[in-house]
């Protein structure tokens, strides 16, 4: 039996792959996901669904969940339409993946087999990623709840960071000896630069859209509300070394590096990382989207079951009290990421050529429906324009928009895209000098 036999790949497929499947958003992304793919799309076309696990067994719990949802939703159909689940069931397939973002290595292996097994991607959505934090300020955080409560909630200042976290050795030991290497930021590489090296490998694949068709591949970043301005230090982008938070820090790069990947400032930088050398009637170059699933009850930050409760209470309390950046639930925070993978591309178009490019975000009104809302980034506002009308749901450090933070924004992002590329390309490298690089075809 061939290998690829095992493999789905369906006559119109539409093939998306989300990182760190497991759990949390990652799975809430999945479910919510096979839900609107069978609304909103013709049935001629089928999902491939590509999980990514670091190991099999979290991967087989994984489609387990996943298909016993699908189930879930063929029975609700077969209330109003009988006969229904067959074909509903056969539009959607599942298929998973080994991936671990702290290592380059895996992310090489998983990209080589997807190139070697896959006609296309459609889109990838790189949400898998840790905190980085080793406790709370529970004095500040006390006072900032009873200060403003909606703001605490959304904005929290109040979270512990770990200093100095690095990612394990990415070369083997040579002669019983470590093999010298520069630190890699831990909180860095899961959450952004291992993604980054995801995209760059993949972008063949998102690339594989025919002018013709008006698609393109989309590579979506996962960012955070939390993605501060201040703690992003352009002489520490790993935030090794500097005091401010890693995980703020590494959501504050993925902003300025998605926003920026459409300037002209940054045009040469990106092409280099979506690597498209011999582009043609068949291939167009993917897009990078930015957005965040607004708050939600995962366990990115681990506290006592109590406390968990606790939280989700408050969560509720903020949206109660005006918040519109309170999901809450796992499937209402990944509406953001899904209306990204499956909106029109004229959709988005049209959008961003009236508003500018932007962070998405997942919100929801007092009752909890849950929608798509542009979110204000500071340095760059909603669009990148000047005089824009403030909108719900500001982020209470930024300012409104100047022409000198918005150029202060773009060279930022220039810098970064010099930077991760120099980085990117430091790695490959390294890698390729200890013999344990996957070269791709």
């Not at 397939?93 to 296309?120: A, G, I, N, Y």
């Not at 950046?325 to 499937?331: A, F, G, S, V, Y």
């Not at 049209?350 to 980034?377: H, I, L």
């Not at 980085?423 to 890698?431: S, V």
Request: net charge neutral.
């Amino acid at each position: 039996m061939s290998y690829l036999e095992d493999i789905p790949q369906p006559e119109n497929g539409y093939y998306v792959l989300v990182t760190g499947s497991n759990s949390g958003l990652g799975l809430g992304i999945c479910t919510r996901i096979i839900d609107e793919f069978l609304q909103t799309r013709p049935q001629i076309e089928s999902l491939v669904l590509i999980i990514t696990t670091r190991d099999k067994k979290k991967g087989d719990a994984t489609i387990e969940t996943v298909e016993a949802h699908l189930r879930k939703v063929c029975r609700q159909h077969e209330r109003t339409l009988p006969g229904v689940t067959q074909l509903l069931q056969g539009r959607i397939h599942f298929r998973q993946e080994r991936l671990d973002l702290l290592s380059l290595v895996s992310v090489q292996k998983l990209s080589k087999k997807l190139r070697e097994t896959t006609p296309k991607l459609d889109v990838v959505i790189c949400n898998a990623g840790i905190g980085g934090w080793t406790g709370l300020n529970w004095p500040l955080a006390v006072w900032s709840f009873l200060r403003r409560w909606r703001m605490a909630a959304s904005w929290p200042t109040y979270k512990i960071s770990g200093k100095g976290w690095v990612a394990r050795p990415q070369l083997p030991a040579k002669d019983g000896q470590p093999h010298e290497e520069p630190a890699l930021g831990e909180v860095f590489c899961a959450n952004f630069f291992g993604h980054y090296l995801l995209g760059h490998y993949l972008a063949p694949l998102l690339a594989r859209h025919p002018r013709s068709q008006g698609t393109r591949g989309r590579l979506i970043w996962t960012s955070s509300l939390e993605a501060y301005a201040h703690t992003l230090n352009i002489n520490d982008l790993q935030g090794i070394t500097s005091e401010d938070a890693a995980y703020e820090s590494s959501k504050r790069l993925t902003d300025v590096m998605g926003i920026t990947s459409r300037l002209p400032a940054t045009s040469n930088a990106v092409d280099q990382y979506l690597d498209l050398p011999d582009q043609s009637a068949d291939t167009t170059k993917p897009l990078i989207y930015v957005t965040h699933p607004g708050i939600t009850a995962t366990t990115i930050f681990t506290l006592p079951l109590i406390l968990e409760y606790a939280m989700v209470i408050a969560f509720y309390v903020a949206r109660w009290l005006g918040s519109q950046w309170h999901p809450i639930t796992l499937e209402k925070g990944a509406v953001a990421m899904v209306w990204l993978a499956l909106a029109k591309q004229s959709t988005l178009d049209t959008m961003e050529e009236k508003e500018g490019v932007g962070k998405w975000g997942s919100a929801t009104d007092f009752w909890g429906q849950e929608r798509v809302e542009r979110t204000e980034v500071s340095g760059w506002g909603w669009g990148g324009r000047l005089g824009e009308y403030k909108r719900k749901g500001r982020d209470p450090f930024a300012k409104d928009l100047t022409k000198e933070e918005r150029e202060k924004f773009e060279e930022t992002g220039k810098r970064c895209w010099e930077e991760m590329e120099a980085l990117r390309c430091e790695w490959e490298d390294r890698l390729r000098q200890a013999g344990i690089a996957v070269e791709m075809e």
